[in-house]
């Protein structure tokens, strides 16, 4: 299907969108397993045309989130390792002298993959994170003053642990504000830890999953989440509850436009992957607290009295009244 011609969203190419969506998602969890949750929300931020953030403890999971994506789908993986030495030109490429053409050469850096995994993204230094600032922002990436477009579908999807402090480097809420979701992969129940012994006792078992979808299908797919329809009631359900979060006493900084915009593309990603042609309110409120979070800032009192963005979202997502036409 092209991804210039893909037809609106109907009934049938709703049903084919869902069984799609679900391929992926069960593709991915034969190795990611007891993670249902994280991973649909992944698919969700790459047919949504968002970047992930997963943030978590070391060895449960993240890494291996991001590359069954990338081969679920057929997709270059380009792997970067923050760390402190870490350079801007380690992350876009850089251009070297070819004595034989007596030229500049550009070679380009992982950035130029269409699912890029930024591991432990807060080891390196904000001039490093910023490298990919402009590549999650605006798809492209600017080098001695040439401009080059990012492959498309494109992805960030990175990771960072919450617990080390040391050699860190937080992320500025410019970048974070680059993230459609901020995900948590958590640990394993006692039944699903069995069947990781049982199953990946073997190394490098993601290593074995084939694709169950092309890059061209994922384009398309990307098209037709854009036409899932979805009602002037519920837009503006969202933007009381962006107004609500600019107005709470418990946060400094509320939700920007730019984060209502993600939220409206996201849960049309959720309808269609559900095989529905609109959004419904049940949408936005199971994704508010995944979009949100990371897109506001406490008051220092209420950060210190030990109250979260999570906990402000509930009880704002309570206090909004829900529009009566769900469709």
């Not at 990611?32 to 070391?58: F, N, S, Y």
């Not at 432990?120 to 003053?145: C, H, W, Y």
Request: a negative charge.
């Amino acid at each position: 299907m092209s991804t210039t011609e893909a037809p609106a969203l109907n009934e049938t190419r709703a049903q084919q969108f869902s069984a799609a969506f679900c391929a992926i998602r069960d593709n991915i969890a034969l190795v990611v397993r007891g993670k249902q949750d994280v991973i649909e929300h992944t698919i969700l931020c790459l047919l949504a045309g968002g970047h992930a953030l997963i943030e978590d403890v070391p060895g449960v999971g993240k890494t291996t989130v991001a590359k069954a994506l990338a081969l679920s789908v057929g997709a270059d993986i380009g792997r970067i390792q923050f760390t402190p030495d870490l350079l801007p030109a380690d992350v876009t490429g850089v251009s070297i002298w070819n004595r034989n053409t007596g030229e500049f050469e550009f070679r380009p850096g992982p950035v130029f993959s269409e699912i890029v995994l930024a591991d432990e993204i807060n080891r390196a230094s904000p001039k490093t994170q910023s490298a990919l600032l402009e590549a999650m922002a605006e798809f492209q990436v600017t080098v001695d003053g040439t401009t080059r477009n990012m492959s498309s579908p494109f992805m960030v999807l990175a990771t960072q642990n919450p617990i080390e402090q040391e050699g860190t480097y937080p992320l500025p809420e410019s970048q974070l504000d680059r993230f459609l979701m901020k995900l948590s992969v958590g640990y394993p129940s006692r039944e699903e830890e069995l069947a990781i012994l049982e199953t990946h006792e073997e190394d490098r078992l993601v290593d074995r999953l084939k694709p169950v979808a092309t890059l061209r299908d994922i384009s398309a797919m990307m098209e037709m989440v854009r036409s899932v329809a979805i009602a002037p009631e519920l837009r503006a359900y969202m933007i009381d509850f962006a107004d609500a979060t600019r107005r709470h006493p418990a946060i400094a900084l509320g939700m920007s436009p730019r984060s209502t915009l993600a939220l409206q593309r996201v849960a049309r990603a959720r309808a269609a992957a559900a095989g529905r042609v609109f959004v419904t309110d049940d949408d936005i409120k199971a994704l508010i607290t995944r979009v949100v979070s990371h897109r506001i800032s406490l008051r220092p009192e209420a950060a210190i009295s030990g109250i979260t963005a999570a906990n402000v979202l509930e009880e704002i997502l309570r206090a909004t009244p829900v529009p009566y036409n769900r469709a």
